[in-house]
């Protein structure tokens, strides 16, 4: 379990820490300033003086989880060297493993509203996340002949989206959307569909 409070005076990341505890209990519109000073243990008035308000506080998570984010996505894109398949898919499954291991950050990245574009440091650690599946995307097209292979990016960019939506529909159990078939199957055999209509995998694989 998170360690919450204040800390070695590392006052700005125990505000970070509180945020994301409440951002996982009520989801990012759900809590004030006030509420993530008291689950850090300050007055309210000593979270100005490191943010200036609810949706900076929001960025800096969703910053420090696009790092975390993008860490794992280079690490299962690298175990899956040096075969560009394995590469892929590698990255897709790094994408439904954060999403469980780390649902405040990603709720901070994926549904808080705050653009990747608010702050430089956001969009940089952003694309750096977003490049690691383009690279694998970009290597594994190399294999599907010129005249039917996809950009790279729209390419990686479907592989986001159903990766997204898995997650959405599937593992961050929303009501009424249940499936016989766990997560991590339907994004393998959602993966391994998109593959063969690409001619990457022959039909009977």
Do not use: C
């Amino acid at each position: 379990m998170r360690k919450r409070g204040y800390h070695h005076g590392n006052l700005r990341q125990a505000l970070v820490e509180a945020a994301l505890a409440l951002i996982e209990a009520k989801g990012p519109a759900g809590f004030t300033l006030s509420e993530a000073a008291k689950q850090a243990g300050v007055t309210p008035a000593a979270v100005y003086r490191h943010f200036e308000g609810r949706e900076d506080l929001i960025a800096e998570a969703a910053r420090q989880g696009y790092g975390i984010f993008a860490d794992l996505m280079q690490y299962a894109y690298d175990k899956g060297q040096p075969s560009a398949m394995a590469s892929f898919e590698a990255t897709g499954r790094a994408y439904l493993a954060f999403a469980r291991k780390h649902p405040g950050h990603y709720i901070a990245m994926f549904e808080s509203g705050i653009s990747v574009n608010r702050t430089p440091e956001l969009a940089a650690v952003a694309a750096r996340a977003r490049s690691v599946l383009e690279r694998a995307a970009t290597e594994l097209s190399k294999h599907i002949p010129p005249e039917k292979r996809p950009p790279p990016a729209m390419f990686s960019a479907h592989i986001w989206a159903l990766s997204h939506g898995v997650v959405e529909l599937f593992a961050r159990n929303s009501p009424g959307t249940q499936s016989p078939f766990s997560p991590e199957d339907l994004l393998e055999s959602g993966i391994g569909v998109y593959l063969r209509g690409l001619g990457l995998i022959k039909p009977d694989e």
